[in-house]
């Protein structure tokens, strides 16, 4: 695969943007205040899949997906989402990329403080989203190590209850032309029980395809951010017109995407609440 090259639109996009959100937080400081529990919504439920080891039956999976650190989310509002996550007791944290939108030298000492407060058996997870991309990936690759996250951007990890194993697979993001599962596919272990993370829900329709995973998590669409009556997501973003937001199933394989926790473009949200995603895994009967 070639090597990453920031493009000067992109460049002009996350200097033009960083701009406007000073301004923002100049004149219209309220935006940027307090934090409450019940802005966050946590949305429980349990997944019946055939093939679960029998020792990750009850695995409960945190999914959280795209901060996005100094618009919306303030230090004060992702401390307090820390805590909800870690009130969970989750086995393990999957994130599905996009830890900051733009401004991520004046923000990196306050995330890596608040982030490497995660905790959960097992750990975390995560994939790189296109604004990862466009903020330096190779200082969110550092950041998100430093956090103690374990990035599964095209790779495979193991984890293992006794002498049964349960892997987590992940994927580079599609929207800056990093997919590529052929390496996932080949580390893979044939009939193993594998969860994706791939930033962008669209992919679902490749992944799918290959009949190795039993669940990909995604995020990426906000869930539009907006989410009208009658209607649905008000946006459908590049990469996410087909599955904006929560569980889908596509051949044999579920997917479920998250709403997000942070907003890009405009700090606001309506009738679509930031979202802590927790999954437990049951064997079906």
């Avoid at 374990?150 to 993001?173: A, C, M, P, Q, W």
């Avoid at 800056?176 to 272990?189: A, H, T």
Wanted: charged letters at 25%.
């Amino acid at each position: 695969m070639k090597e990453y090259k920031l493009t000067a639109e992109r460049q002009e996009y996350v200097i033009k943007n960083l701009k406007r959100e000073m301004h923002l937080r100049k004149y219209f400081p309220l935006l940027y205040r307090g934090f409450k529990e019940r802005w966050v919504e946590i949305k429980k439920f349990d997944l019946s899949i055939d093939n679960i080891p029998n020792n990750f039956d009850g695995y409960k999976i945190v999914h959280i997906s795209d901060i996005h650190f100094g618009t919306w989310m303030t230090s004060k509002r992702l401390s307090g989402i820390v805590h909800m996550i870690n009130h969970q007791n989750a086995d393990i944290i999957c994130y599905t990329g996009d830890l900051f939108s733009y401004g991520i030298d004046l923000w990196e000492k306050n995330l890596v403080e608040i982030l490497s407060e995660l905790k959960s058996k097992d750990g975390v997870v995560s994939v790189m989203g296109n604004h990862d991309y466009w903020n330096g990936h190779q200082k969110v690759r550092r950041i998100s190590k430093e956090i103690g996250m374990v990035e599964l951007s095209n790779n495979v990890l193991s984890i293992s209850r006794g002498k049964e194993e349960l892997f987590f697979s992940g994927t580079d993001s599609i929207y800056e032309d990093r997919y590529d599962l052929e390496p996932v596919l080949e580390k893979l272990p044939e009939n193993s029980f594998s969860i994706l993370l791939s930033h962008e829900p669209d992919t679902a329709d490749i992944s799918a395809k290959t009949g190795r995973f039993a669940l990909q998590l995604s995020g990426h669409a906000h869930g539009g951010q907006m989410i009208l009556p009658f209607i649905g997501p008000a946006v459908r973003v590049r990469h996410a017109h087909n599955y904006p937001l929560g569980l889908y199933k596509i051949n044999q394989m579920y997917l479920y995407t998250n709403r997000g926790l942070g907003t890009s473009i405009a700090p606001i949200r309506i009738n679509c609440k930031p979202e802590i995603t927790v999954i437990t895994l049951k064997k079906s009967e």
